[in-house]
């Protein structure tokens, strides 16, 4: 095994997203069935071999997922990529190397300022109909509320069909009613928005924001997963393309 590369000094774990009920556990609440196929930059983020988020590939060497997917320093963060269950299939391969945004910090509620983390991987992607980079959102493009975008992610091992990808249709909301629906944590980061679904669950962070086939936010957090009360919080990429440009060459 390699040794991980640690390029930040982490801190405390980070819980976010709220522990929810076991009959809705799921991810992708409600989502439609998909092969790999259709979305092959959709990867799954593990630790011990078990699913812990999802992610994008966005060049033959990185991932880009949430920083809580990786809260702790270990040696046992990998990516299962090019297939359609995060269980078997495809090609696995180690993270060796974890980078947070500069600044990166959490609150006093414990959520991520800046909630992204680049991966590198020991082993290189080999392109092809299944493991394909995802283009990214310009530096200054902005999704508009009433966006249409597009979530993939996976189900959830007790469901059926079995623990695939699945995917949901949403709209992107205003940030005035985001703040409104998260007033209790006083609102969102400058950073963030909110999308319409509540169908995200806790294993969905670091789920990509697909539109038109440009990748424009990652899933961060939702405060009660099912509940229809409650939204979707993500972080917008194009903030930080910058820094992602400067540190992977993307």
């Not at 976010?16 to 992708?28: E, F, K, N």
């Not at 949430?66 to 078997?88: E, F, M, Q, W």
């Not at 999308?195 to 990652?218: F, W």
């Amino acid at each position: 095994m390699l040794k991980l590369l640690a390029l930040i000094i982490y801190g405390s774990c980070i819980t976010a997203l709220s522990t929810p009920s076991p009959d809705i556990q799921a991810r992708v609440i409600n989502g439609i069935f998909v092969n790999v196929t259709k979305t092959p930059y959709t990867v799954s983020v593990q630790e011990n071999e078990v699913h812990m988020c999802g992610g994008n590939i966005i060049s033959k060497d990185w991932v880009i997922t949430a920083a809580r997917c990786v809260p702790v320093l270990s040696d046992n963060y990998t990516i299962r990529a090019g297939s359609t269950y995060h269980n078997k299939g495809g090609s696995v391969h180690i993270v060796d190397k974890i980078v947070l945004p500069p600044g990166s910090a959490m609150n006093e509620f414990g959520f991520q300022v800046s909630d992204l983390a680049l991966l590198h991987v020991a082993s290189s992607f080999i392109l092809d109909q299944t493991r394909k980079p995802i283009k990214l959102i310009a530096y200054n493009a902005q999704l508009m509320p009433n966006s249409t975008v597009t979530i993939y992610g996976w189900a959830n091992i007790a469901m059926t069909p079995p623990p695939g990808l699945h995917y949901v249709s949403t709209t992107v909301i205003k940030k005035s009613v985001c703040n409104e629906t998260f007033s209790e944590f006083y609102g969102i980061f400058d950073n963030q928005s909110c999308v319409a679904t509540y169908n995200l669950c806790r294993k969905d962070s670091g789920d990509g924001l697909n539109y038109n086939n440009i990748l424009a936010g990652i899933v961060s957090w939702s405060e009660i997963c099912g509940n229809e009360n409650y939204k979707s919080i993500f972080t917008e990429l194009a903030p930080y393309r910058f820094w992602i440009q400067r540190t992977t060459g993307v």
